[in-house]
């Protein structure tokens, strides 16, 4: 069973940056798509970003382009989201999730989600 521990949020003020860790487990392999997503307070959980298994293709919501990087390790078995030039509408908690179907990823139908890692802004 896949295992997903987020880690490297907390408090930044607006402009500042952040780099948020993703450790997968439960898998013998890295031919999977993995995820970035944020649930905002009071609000749904969203996509924010994806990337292929080999790293070649990524693919970010429209409020990340320009200021999120996604990558991932498939050595450690990690995926990365750094967040840059903060914004207060980026508070959230932020989760990460694997999948082998790439619109699954994109879509957030996905099982299994982890605790997330809380990221505020304070402007």
């Known amino acids: 069973q896949v295992h997903l521990v987020e880690s490297g949020g907390g408090l930044v003020q607006a402009g500042g940056s952040l780099r948020l860790s993703c450790a997968v487990s439960?898998?013998?392999?890295?031919?999977?798509?993995a995820g970035w997503f944020r649930q905002p307070p009071g609000k749904e959980r969203e996509f924010v970003a994806g990337i292929s298994w080999s790293s070649e293709g990524t693919e970010y919501a429209a409020s990340a382009k320009g200021r999120f990087t996604i990558s991932r390790d498939n050595a450690k078995n990690m995926v990365y989201l750094q967040m840059n030039n903060l914004k207060p509408e980026d508070t959230a908690v932020y989760y990460c999730n694997i999948h082998g179907s790439w619109a699954r990823v994109v879509s957030g139908l996905l099982d299994s989600w982890g605790q997330g890692t809380q990221v505020t802004v304070s402007s």
């Open positions: 439960g898998r013998t392999d890295s031919t999977y798509y």
